[in-house]
């Protein structure tokens, strides 16, 4: 059975991801959740919702040329349970015209990331009970069991700054939110 799956954020590469992310923050009222280097790059995570970490996350490395298609970086679907993902991973693993898949513990998340058949970079995620600041990557090996998953990203995060329990982090955005967009 195909788990149910939720259209939750979107990636874009930019050029300057600070004019990018000014503008999103003055003219959308996104606030800024989260910002650091990965692969290379900088991120900027954006959400204008106190229940998602990120709606939007910009990366630069945005390759020369302009229109469609230059600017896609990721979309994002989340699911309801470990077992969804590993489904998913199932039903990727199996397609011939897949590639690059990979499982991710984000402490906030767990993902699994491909490239569907034109190479578009697509995330399936479930969120973790904690918030922890991003950008952070550990493997998950979802061969394990869910108790064994929750328990090795629990024992990561423990003595690591800026985790917090989930619903902490979403009371604190709630009120950044609202200073901002009143």
Known sequence: MLPELKLRHMGMFVWDIQTMSSFYQEVLGFVVTDAGHVRDHDVVFLSRDPHSHHQLVMETGRPPGSGPGFGLQ?????????????????????????????????????????????????????????????????????????????????ARLGGKTGVMPMAQWQQEMAAKLKARLG
């Open 74 to 154: 990721q979309i994002s679907f989340q699911v309801s349970s470990l077992q969804d993902l590993r489904v998913m991973h199932h039903l990727v693993s199996a397609q011939k015209d897949v590639t690059l898949i990979q499982t991710v513990d984000h402490g906030n998340s767990w993902s699994l990331y491909f490239r569907d058949p034109e190479v578009n970079r697509v995330e399936v995620y479930l969120d973790t009970p904690w918030h922890v600041d991003q950008p952070y990557l550990e493997p998950l090996d979802l061969s394990l069991d869910d108790a064994s998953i929750l328990q090795s990203t629990q």
